[in-house]
C-alpha cells in the first residue's frame, strides 16, 4: 500500500465491479479493486496499492516455478471447472476438434441467420 513497505495478504472475494476482480484483506476488512488497485471500501478506503517494482515481481510465470520459489502459495481452483476437465480428458483429444464438414455447416447456418437478419 502507498506509504508502507508492509506487504498485503490480499484474497479473492468472488465479487466483480464493471467486470474487474475485487479482493479483500480479511486484516484491515478493505476491498481492492484490482484494476485501480484503490480500496474502495473499509479502513483503507481512499487509499491505493502501491505498484511493485521489476525485482519483486514476475509476469507469466508458470506455476511449477512459482511454487518451489514461494512454496507456502496455495492454488484456487473451482471444482466444477475441474470435473469438466476430467470429462473432456476421458473422452480424448479427438472430442476437442470439430469435424471440418460439421464446423462448414455450423458456418452457413449463422452466415444464413445473419443474412435473413439483414
Known amino acids: 500500500m502507498e506509504g508502507s513497505d508492509e506487504p498485503l495478504e490480499l484474497r479473492v472475494s468472488g465479487a466483480v465491479l464493471h467486470g474487474n476482480l475485487i479482493m479483500f484483506d480479511k486484516e484491515s476488512n478493505t476491498r481492492w479493486l484490482q484494476e485501480t488497485g ?19 515481481w514476475e509476469a507469466n510465470i508458470r506455476w511449477d516455478v512459482w511454487v518451489k520459489k514461494h512454496p507456502e ?3 484456487l481452483f473451482c471444482s466444477h471447472c475441474e470435473q469438466e476437465n476430467k470429462k ?6 479427438e472430442s476437442d476438434t470439430t469435424d471440418a464438414s460439421e464446423q462448414e455447416s455450423q458456418e452457413e447456418a449463422v452466415e444464413s441467420e445473419d443474412s435473413a437478419s439483414e
Open 38 to 56: 484503490n480500496a474502495i471500501d473499509g479502513q483503507q478506503k481512499g487509499k491505493s496499492l502501491k505498484e511493485l517494482d521489476d525485482k519483486s
Open 73 to 75: 502459495s496455495e492454488l
Open 88 to 93: 473432456q480428458l476421458a473422452k480424448g483429444p
